[in-house]
């Protein structure tokens, strides 16, 4: 298994291009999560998943876009680039089956990238 | 709002010391606390969490409600150990993480 893979591994965008960062697993993991990490900061949560066609936002969702059309893909949509969306962009996983209990979040290698 | 404090972001032990990272947070309800840990060139993963009890690459954490802590120790550091650690919790039942800022640890031979 490929676990959770992500492309491209490193982007440099204009301010005021589009672009995509591609997410998938080959676990049939329900939940999907996009998290960005800044420089010297935790990650925080941008949009979540828990299934097909069911996303809600996070803590930082201004400024971007997903959908999850099939189990397997969850991309991230920047639809105007700016300056503060530079950052390392990570994506994962995780399969919740019970209620009340929490799985393990597997996580991609990560996107840099840089906005200028 | 829940909160997760790492206080240091850089430690530095030497190999065969005891080290501890520091985590504390503010949460209200009963929370669910982690360490996932980030080797060089690695992904980040899973390293322990508190409901399982248990120790993995002799790492322990202790969660103690009272002081809202969720210290990371380990006896006696090996080079290999040397990592970015995150603390993180997330409500009881809920997927949604909130991680800390990170701790850098180096372990000097």
């Known amino acids: 298994n490929a676990g959770v893979t992500q492309t491209p591994k490193f982007r440099i965008l204009k301010i005021g291009q589009s672009m995509t960062l591609q997410c998938t697993q080959d676990?049939?993991?329900?939940?999907m999560y996009w998290y960005r990490q800044d420089p010297g900061m935790g990650l925080k949560l941008i949009y979540y998943s828990v299934g097909a066609g069911i996303t809600d936002k996070g803590e930082v969702p201004n400024g971007y876009n997903v959908s999850r059309s099939t189990t397997e893909d969850f991309p991230l949509r920047l639809e105007l680039a700016a300056p503060s969306q530079t950052s390392v962009y990570f994506c994962a996983s995780s399969y919740s089956g019970l209620m009340g209990v929490y799985n393990e979040q597997f996580f991609g290698p990560g996107t840099r990238l840089t906005v200028l | 709002a829940q909160r997760v404090t790492q206080p240091e972001k850089l430690l530095s032990v030497f190999k065969g010391a005891p080290v501890e990272l520091k985590c504390n947070y503010s949460y209200s309800g009963s929370p669910e606390l982690f360490w996932y840990v980030q080797y060089s060139r690695q992904r980040l993963q899973l390293l322990l969490r508190?409901?399982s009890r248990e120790s993995i690459k002799g790492f322990t954490a202790d969660l103690n409600k009272g002081e809202t802590s969720f210290h990371l120790k380990k006896p006696f550091a090996q080079e290999e150990d040397s990592a970015m650690y995150y603390c993180a919790l997330t409500q009881g039942g809920s997927e949604k993480l909130v991680f800390g800022k990170g701790t850098k640890l180096t372990v000097n031979p």
């Open positions: 676990m049939n993991h329900n939940y």
């Open positions: 508190h409901i």
